[in-house]
């Protein structure tokens, strides 16, 4: 690390990467500290990942466990894809979020702890036997002992705000201290705040007020003798702005139905983690978005389904529990063969399970989860900015070949951000929209494209063009309802058989390392990033491995099955019980695949996945 001496006698030292993570109650504020020190990092430059934590909880008791909120950031002067696996600065504000986290701090780390909250009784509510700033709980730590409430009340005693009010200042105090200790510009939370409560200049001048008192105390406090400075990241040159993962998955929506010239209906029921897209979305009305929440997940998907009937581009999302009741209306625009785009952002399940939490355990529901030979196009994002680019393509394949699509996000990349560069409108992927207008003789709905195996998208009202489709078993060209069983036989094969075709439209796989080897590590959606850094550490450590992510899980890309034979075991990584590790296997039974399973509710942490590899190895 590079030094030199601030005029007030601190010293500055240069890092690369820095790992930083705010935790307290839910009322605390955490989520929205940790947005402003995101944005910070973003406008000054930095490459960042984060990983909010939100309890399961809607009202757990203030200061218990299952209350506490908190939000990770890594942020860096070069490229990074993870929130880092632990941190090197935890801000504690009271005994239940020291905790729950202590396990996500690195030894030796610094903890700086809400000192004025850790009395008798709030110890006792976080379970803690005894008071763990005077024994040895935290004797591998540097801990900072900081009255954040006192001295948030102090700060802010002259203005006329109730206790409460003063209170929930001291996220602020605590965001000045870290703006300090990492060399942070606070203007921008200055305007924030100014915008934010605008109505309320009291609330300003407090918000506004505990920051800066923050900043000085850590700028005077002989606690903190040094002062971090990260560089900015050397990105490709571009326009960029941070993006969670459904914000881009609903912009990604918008700038496909405008490729396509199609209005976007989008049928939702409230549900977490998928909800933030139906909010994103309400706010575009300007681009002829339609956006309807319905009473149910079933009318919702219902309503979505009606609007690609009627010739425009219907779209739903949700989450596991919610997919289970979407699945009759799925089955529908399968056999009605229309263009359906599903987002599913997985959470922990089974049943409510842990609905805050992410997984990757709806992998089967989406490809089986239906009555009947239902076959289904399903892609999944790795990032959270691939998310828009995930989410043209799946209405580019809806469209293209007339069937739904599955668009499986996950609750990490969902909820965390990251820096996307804005694509040029010139190279994004054309949509090509054709409805017929005419019929020289009887309409036949479910005559097909030869390359696509897609019938004709036929707008209802159409002169000439009048047609019947529905759930019940449709007849080959004409689309009358057939009970003939040869008829039957073929229809499903020939909407199999479409689902197939589509990989001869989507990119080919590709392999990060060596195009032989030992050892494939095989990962899906959101785990791209802990496998992406696990290969590139072992690589610094002279060990070759590879590394490849699944963007499009059916069909899968035409090249798989070659890639996977040129390895002598497969390594698949999943935030499940091995859903892809069995469909991988059943598909090509030659691999010697292998998995690593995790279920707890959080991504892997690029350690473990760089121990597993090295046991495997």
Known sequence: MDKQKLAVGKEVKSATAITVRFAGDSGDGMQLTGDQFTDTAALMGNDFATLPDYPAEIRAPVGTLPGVSSFQ???????????????????????????????????????????????????????????????????????????LSVLTKNALKDLPLKLTEVERCKNFFALGIMFWLYDRDRDHTVEWVRKKFAKRPEIVEANITALKAGYTFADVSEAMPIQFHIKRAKLEAGVYRKITGNEATAIGLVAACNLANKTLFYGSYPITPASNILHELARHKNFGVKTFQAEDEIAACGAAVGASFGGEVGMTGTSGPGLCLKSEMINLAIMAELP?????????????????KTEQADLLQVLFGRNGESPIAVVA???????????????????????????????????????????????????????????????????????????????PGTPGLEHRIGGLAKADITGNVSYDPENNQKMINLRAKKIRRIADSIPELTVDGPAKGKLLVLGWGGTYGPLYQARTE?????IKISHAQLKYLNPFPKNLGSILGNFEKVLIPELNMGQLLMLIRYHFPGVNAVGMHKVQGHPFKVTEVVEHIRSVL
């Open 73 to 147: 950031i890594q942020f860096s002067d070069s490229i990074i894809f993870t929130p880092g696996d632990l941190a090197d600065v935890l801000v504690a504000m009271n005994p239940a979020a020291l905790r729950v986290n202590l396990t996500n701090i690195k030894k030796d780390g610094m903890i700086i702890v809400n000192e004025s909250v850790f009395t008798e009784a709030s110890l006792v509510k976080a379970g803690w036997k005894a008071n763990p700033l005077d024994d040895d709980t935290l004797k591998d730590y540097r801990v900072l002992r900081v009255p």
């Open 340 to 356: 359906l785009v599903v987002v599913n952002v997985q959470r922990g399940g089974p049943s409510t399970g842990m609905p805050t």
């Open 381 to 459: 994002p790795i990032t959270p900015a691939d998310c828009f680019l995930m989410a043209i393509e799946a209405v580019r394949i809806a469209i293209e070949y007339m069937t739904p699509v599955v668009l499986l996000s996950d609750g990490n990349i969902a909820n965390a951000a990251e820096p996307w560069q804005l694509p040029e409108i010139e190279a994004l992927p054309k949509i090509k929209v054709t409805h017929p207008t005419n019929s020289d003789g009887p309409f036949m709905p479910y005559t097909r494209d030869p390359k696509t195996l897609a019938r004709p998208w036929a707008k």
């Open 538 to 542: 072992l690589e610094s450590q002279g």
